[in-house]
């Protein structure tokens, strides 16, 4: 059986920098850092007082107030973001089979938001068990996926999928698969996630993940930097609309790159620390490479997972080393959750936009904040350091990793490169 070509032909984003793909763009570029005081709930005995939350956002003023009582946070992003996706891809869903167009969406946490206002009125409440009839549904994981068929009434393959910090990339790999395989003509997919809420984070305090520069939150993810002390975290996401290349090309569509490769593993050590020798990463890499029939050497920027963890950078710069060789300086290396913190689901998913807008523009946005490199890093290694580089880049590769050592790349290429 000849296999389908995948291409990106829409994005959307509802991001820590941006709340649309322009304005995320312009300030990736621009070396914006998304981190602020938390205004999602009082942070003020918590040991993590900042995070990168979407800011100026009202769901209402695209969704309606009624709807939004009944949808959590992380599924509002996702409606909102997939609604610019299916705009910027400029497609009629009227004119296309509405049984071969999917949803592939991605998130680690679902609607923890409902979960914990809830539960907190019952815990603060007198014992009487008053819970919305749309408690259920808001909490779910798969009601993104869910949603988003209903508001645009496509009926093809439809889910979630759940791999902690990796989520985003398996979800892109799994809609790459499907529409390879001939069993879709489009898929929408991407990530999103809504997880900065106090249990959240307490926990990642809990587990010493997070940072605690709470005296200066733009400059507390530090890539690489010697300093690090930990990640950011985030909320929001982006979407992606893959489509058959045959099918893209039929009505028109304007095509950003095509994905042609993508690698999962697991590291199989420890439920929450990356392998300090980065034995999953690099597997996972390597998969991906050897999906896209490339090697190491094409490749002209990674989007890093590096989420500014002591452990995790490094094991994952390491991984890099083993795989490059002597070519590690031929590739450029960046990180650009120091800008929009770690989005954990749907990190993924924003981290495939950057790298596929990086095609379009022959850009390559900076990581920010490092200024003192971890001296473990490889002499040879070529980052992106506090200004954007301007680059032609024909192939980027994208890492996720996440708890549980789940392990995820993915791969996109100029079309015809």
Same mark, same amino acid.
């Given at each position: ?14 991001? @820590?920098?941006?709340?649309?793909? @322009? ?17 999602? &709930? ?12 979407? $800011? ?81 549904? $808001? ?36 809609? &790459? ?14 990530? /999103? ?14 587990? $010493? ?98 989420? /500014? ?20 300086? /031929? ?5 650009? $959750? ?26 390559? @946005? @900076? ?51």
């Amino acid at each position: 059986m000849e296999l389908k070509r995948v291409v990106v032909t829409g994005l959307g984003a509802l991001t @820590p920098i941006g709340n649309s793909i @322009p304005e995320f763009w312009e300030n990736a570029l621009a070396g914006t850092s998304g981190a602020r005081p938390i205004t999602h &709930f009082d942070a003020s005995r918590f040991k993590t007082q900042f995070a990168c939350e979407v $800011k100026g956002f009202d769901a209402a003023d695209y969704l309606g107030r009624k709807e939004v009582r009944r949808i959590d946070p992380f599924a509002q992003y996702a409606l909102v973001m997939v609604d610019e996706a299916l705009q910027d891809a400029q497609v009629d869903l009227d004119t296309v089979n509405r049984d071969r167009v999917g949803v592939i969406w991605a998130s680690a946490l679902g609607g923890f938001t409902t979960v914990e206002e809830q539960m907190t009125s019952y815990a603060t409440g007198d014992g009487e068990p008053r819970f919305s009839p749309f408690y259920i549904p $808001k909490l779910l994981i798969d009601s993104s996926s869910g949603l988003i068929a209903m508001r645009h009434n496509v009926r093809g393959v439809n889910y979630n999928t759940v791999s902690a910090c990796a989520s985003a990339n398996v979800a892109l790999i799994d809609a &790459f698969y499907q529409i390879r395989l001939g069993k879709a003509d489009m898929i929408i997919s991407g990530g /999103s996630e809504a997880g900065i809420t106090p249990s959240i984070v307490a926990g990642f305090n809990a587990a $010493k993940a997070l940072s605690t520069r709470n005296d200066d939150p733009a400059t507390a993810s530090r890539p690489f930097d010697v300093a690090r002390d930990g990640f950011v975290i985030g909320e929001g996401g982006a979407a992606l609309i893959l489509e058959d290349l045959e099918h893209a090309r039929a009505r028109g569509a304007h095509i950003y790159a095509e994905l042609v490769g993508g690698g999962i593993s697991a590291d199989a050590y420890h439920i929450t620390a990356a392998h300090p020798e980065g034995l999953g990463a690099e597997l996972s890499m390597r998969s991906a490479l050897d999906d896209a029939h490339l090697r190491a050497g094409d490749v002209d920027y990674i989007n890093a997972h590096a989420t /500014s963890t002591p452990v995790g950078d490094m094991s994952e710069i390491g991984a890099m080393q083993r795989l490059w060789g002597d070519q590690l300086d /031929s590739v450029y290396i960046g990180g650009t $959750k120091s800008m929009t913190g770690h989005l954990l689901g749907a990190a993924g998913a924003v981290e495939a936009a950057i790298c596929v807008l990086a095609m379009e523009h022959g850009r390559i @946005p @900076p990581t920010i904040n490092t200024a003192d490199v971890d001296p473990a890093m490889p002499a040879s290694a070529k980052l992106v350091l506090n200004r954007p580089v301007t680059h032609q880049v024909d192939v980027a590769m994208s890492n996720s990793f996440g708890f549980g050592g789940h392990n995820s790349t993915v791969i996109f290429k100029r079309l015809d490169a």
